[in-house]
């Protein structure tokens, strides 16, 4: 009864971990997938051989390229969890044969590889060298004869460590709690054990820190486990730590054979809480959110956007920056852009940051409006600034079609070559690479030839302050390109650049419209209220609908101008409230 207990509890929280993932947190596993480039060749698997910590991480990309399909991915973290859970319980049966009673705390450190998985920055390879760790601690503690004991010691610990890196400390702990305070009879054998894992571990480092150029700290800490290499998360070091004081304190725990029922209930409650508080406070939804802003504008799913910024109005520059992309691209943006919220142009197309992310995202922008080598630019410096050195695939499909576009057909071929090595995006590159050369197919291309037509084709200076002076130039090479004429005259209404708006807008009389777009409307009837005392002779066609609401806007805003909570009930989804109150 009791093992069927433990088993429907552990196979419960794999199910919850699954769930978590798959429905809470997909997006933080696409994030992941994307941000990694696993190749399949030889030359890939040999490089990581050269470091310690490299099979770890070989094997967490590995299972990290099937983030691609977040179920998949959810699946895996939630294993992954499971794993550590399933081992930690088995090595304190090693350390205290009636811990039973303690099973519920075997869940304590998978709470804490739950929590550190939780942070973006975190990567895999620390999980799976953990999980390979405690493996080999689990498998000297099942070890009976002494002389084999020293040979594992001797032979697995340095393999180990170049497997695994500076996680192996917790192996070196636990097998040296196991030897002092479970098998071990006699001193002499207790102290043998302890110098020759001190001794194996000094070895291992010193021939890592002759041999190699990194900086010691690495080598003794780990190398893979954290985006940005200096660091070390918090919730990583203490699950190590949570790992080694479970297995030896499990010793001293009391054991108990009454109301054993009672004592699971209350340790359940207590594991419970603090896992669950562990977990929350370690989550993020604002980046959740985005993160799936970022990844539907980087698969074109435009009306997803939408959907979601009608039921959670997106108040982050990058959320916005997708919103306003997705609204151009269903032909909505002048339309419907001030029915959300706005943070100036920076909601647009943000400045250039040195960042892994943001220039990712903005990429996208530039991309879709025409300017491909600006598009290009972002995603090569959002790749080399990426901390921990790895390559995307997001980013090398990306720069493979910016060359394509740009007839560069070499570099081109060198950027989907890697992609070919690959699982997901082998067969994209193979069909995108029959397009090298084809001049004609490239321009039938539904995506791809609109582009070029839309691109740049002389050489100039690109200047991150006068954006509107670039959409300008673009519309001028191509005066049907929509989305440019769309995003330069929401620029200069979100730079609150009236007379500049005044000056594009007769641009767009040939675009096709049929309707004056909302946003425009609310402009246009705004400059002629300065200076008019009714609408007749307004040059333009605007909805009685709109002038009824900006004479009560006018009316009110005469009688009370600060009362700001008024107008943002009433209009705060116009561009006169915009234009007056939004700091």
Aim: glycine residues 6%; positive net charge; contains cysteine.
């Amino acid at each position: 009864m009791q093992n069927n207990i433990r088993a429907l509890l552990s196979i419960l929280f794999v199910g919850i971990a699954f769930l978590f993932w798959a429905i809470y947190y997909p997006f933080h596993l696409l994030y992941q997938e994307q941000y990694l480039l696993f190749l399949y060749i030889p030359s890939y698997f040999f490089d990581k051989l050269s470091y310690p910590g490299g099979v770890g991480e070989y094997i967490a990309e590995f299972l990290t390229q099937f983030y691609y399909y977040p179920y998949l991915g959810a699946l895996i973290v939630a294993l992954l969890l499971g794993g550590i859970q399933r081992l930690m319980y088995r090595i304190m049966l090693k350390m205290q044969k009636n811990s039973i009673d303690w099973y519920v705390l075997s869940f304590i450190p998978s709470l804490g590889a739950w929590a550190f998985l939780c942070d973006e920055n975190s990567l895999l390879a620390g999980i799976v060298s953990l999980l390979l760790s405690m493996g080999i601690s689990y498998g000297y503690m099942s070890l009976s004869r002494q002389w084999v004991k020293y040979v594992y010691v001797l032979g697995v610990f340095p393999l180990l460590y170049w497997c695994v890196g500076g996680v192996c400390i917790v192996t070196l702990c636990l097998i040296l709690a196991y030897e002092w305070l479970v098998d071990s009879i006699s001193i002499k054998h207790k102290s043998a054990i302890s110098l020759l894992m001190v001794i194996a571990w000094g070895i291992s480092v010193g021939y890592a820190i002759l041999h190699l150029q990194y900086p010691v700290s690495r080598l003794i800490t780990g190398i893979g486990y954290y985006r940005f290499p200096t660091l070390i998360p918090f919730s990583g070091v203490l699950t190590c730590v949570i790992v080694v004081l479970l297995a030896g304190g499990v010793v001293f725990l009391p054991l108990y054979q009454k109301y054993r029922s009672l004592y699971w209930s209350i340790q359940s409650i207590v594991v419970l809480t603090l896992g669950a508080g562990w977990i929350y406070s370690a989550t993020s939804m604002k980046k959740e959110r985005d993160m799936a802003y970022d990844y539907w504008a980087s698969t074109c799913q435009w009306q997803q956007i939408i959907q979601s910024a009608e039921q959670n109005n997106p108040d982050t520059p990058l959320s916005v920056v997708c919103l306003n992309l997705a609204l151009g691209k269903t032909g909505q943006l002048g339309e419907r852009m001030f029915q959300f919220f706005q943070n100036g142009t920076d909601g647009l197309i943000p400045d250039f940051v040195r960042d892994y992310t943001i220039p990712l995202t903005v990429n996208e922008v530039y991309f879709h409006l025409g300017m491909i080598n600006t598009s290009q630019r972002y995603v090569f410096e959002a790749m080399e600034a990426n901390p921990s050195y790895h390559k995307s695939t997001r980013c090398i499909r990306r720069l493979a079609e910016t060359n394509l576009l740009n007839g560069e057909y070499k570099v081109a071929a060198k950027y989907l070559n890697l992609l070919k090595h690959t699982l997901f995006y082998k067969k994209w590159a193979e069909e995108t690479e029959t397009y090298l050369y084809e001049e004609d197919k490239i321009n039938s291309h539904p995506e791809w030839g609109r582009l070029r037509k839309m691109r740049y084709t002389e050489d100039f200076l690109f200047s991150e302050n006068e954006k509107d002076m670039m959409l300008g130039l673009l519309l001028v090479h191509n005066k049907n390109n929509r989305l440019a004429f769309e995003y330069l005259l929401a620029y200069t209404l979100l730079n609150r650049d009236i007379a500049s708006f005044l000056k594009y807008y007769p641009i767009g009389k040939n675009m096709g419209y049929a309707v004056i777009p909302r946003s425009y409307q609310e402009a246009l009837v705004y400059v002629w209220t300065q200076s008019h005392p009714n609408f007749q002779g307004m040059p333009w066609s605007i909805s009685p609908v709109v002038m009824k609401e900006v004479t009560e806007f006018a009316t009110h805003y005469v009688r009370a101008p600060k009362d700001e909570a008024f107008f943002l009930n009433r209009f705060g989804k116009s561009y006169w409230y915009y234009l007056l109150f939004r700091k």
